[in-house]
């Protein structure tokens, strides 16, 4: 084994760790927040990106460097990463309320694929920063995004009455506290059970209410009412 080859095989085994590496803090994250695309579907995501990315480039130029005036399509980059937005997609679901979920670590796990492709194609500093970048994206900007969701004019609830004749009721007090109903909808995911359930969207008018109150106090507030068996904010 010669020391070209040596450090042609030394570099691909590189960009292929950092891949993976980068990937699973990724996927720790993920973890961390309990989904089920977690730390080994971002590794193997680094895995297969970066190793197609060397895959196409030994084709297009039968070594790591492609040169400056190399030209072509990389086929197999272009298919993982087709099959990566597919996948995003398939791994977002509703659930009961009605709710999508999985869409952050959707896009995470396709940002992955195109990290992955970064490390296999050499561009270290590149991946490096977009990792990185998606970290900052995924920890630090989630207490900003609560924030803003919580002094939102815009309110969308998850209601459980205890019958469905209070929802009247409901409506009459909303209204009195400064609020207004855009949107009414039944949750017959719930029609076995002796609840009345509806995902009620609103539109906080009451200058009082925006200025002085959370959505946190509004919904701790209307989950008094004694026919409200539970009520949160989806």
Not at 27 to 43: E, I, P, V, W, Y
Not at 51 to 74: C, E, Q, V
Not at 79 to 98: D, E, G
Not at 169 to 187: A, K, P, Q
């Amino acid at each position: 084994m010669d020391a070209a080859y040596e450090k042609e095989l030394f570099e691909m085994m590189l960009r292929v760790a950092l891949s993976v590496f980068l990937c699973a803090m990724i996927g720790c994250q993920r973890t961390n927040k309990r989904h089920s695309a977690g730390l080994r579907t971002f590794m193997l995501m680094g895995l297969a990106s970066s190793t197609a990315m060397l895959l196409d480039i030994y084709l297009m130029s039968g070594g790591l460097d492609p040169g400056p005036d190399s030209k072509g399509f990389y086929l197999m980059s272009a298919a993982l990463l087709v099959a990566s937005a597919t996948l995003s997609v398939h791994s977002l679901f509703r659930n009961a309320r009605n709710q999508i979920l999985g869409l952050t670590t959707a896009v995470a796990l396709w940002t992955c694929c195109i990290i992955g492709m970064a490390c296999g194609a050499g561009r270290f500093a590149l991946a490096v920063f977009a990792a990185l970048s998606l970290l900052f994206c995924l920890t630090a900007m989630n207490g900003l995004e609560n924030f803003l969701k919580n002094r939102s004019m815009h309110v969308e609830l998850h209601l459980e009455l205890t019958e469905s004749r209070y929802l009247n009721s409901f409506i009459t007090t909303v209204r009195r506290l400064g609020m207004s109903i855009d949107d009414i909808e039944l949750n017959r995911s719930y029609r076995e059970s002796k609840l009345s359930v509806y995902t009620i969207s609103l539109t906080i008018e009451s200058e009082e209410l925006k200025k002085n109150k959370t959505h946190r106090e509004i919904i701790e507030a209307l989950s008094s009412l004694e026919y409200v068996s539970h009520i949160e904010e989806m």
